[in-house]
């Protein structure tokens, strides 16, 4: 999996076009969380956004 920093610009403009092009809601296949930082993410296995 993937993390989106969504308080970053850049990687939440990815994350919407991503929705826009393969409909992740729809789909089921976009999951959101709220760690309460990066660090937190990676320590749950989850990859950040490069």
């Known amino acids: 999996m ?3 920093d969504c ?3 850049d990687h939440f403009k990815a994350l919407e076009q991503l929705e826009e ?9 976009l999951q959101s969380f709220a ?5 937190e993410a990676k320590n749950r296995s989850f990859k950040p956004l490069k």
Not at 21 to 29: A, D, F, R, W, Y
Not at 35 to 39: G, Q, T
């Open 2 to 4: 993937k993390v989106y």
């Open 21 to 29: 092009e393969k409909e992740l809601v729809k789909n089921n296949q």
């Open 7 to 9: 308080d970053n610009p």
């Open 35 to 39: 760690p309460d930082s990066l660090e």
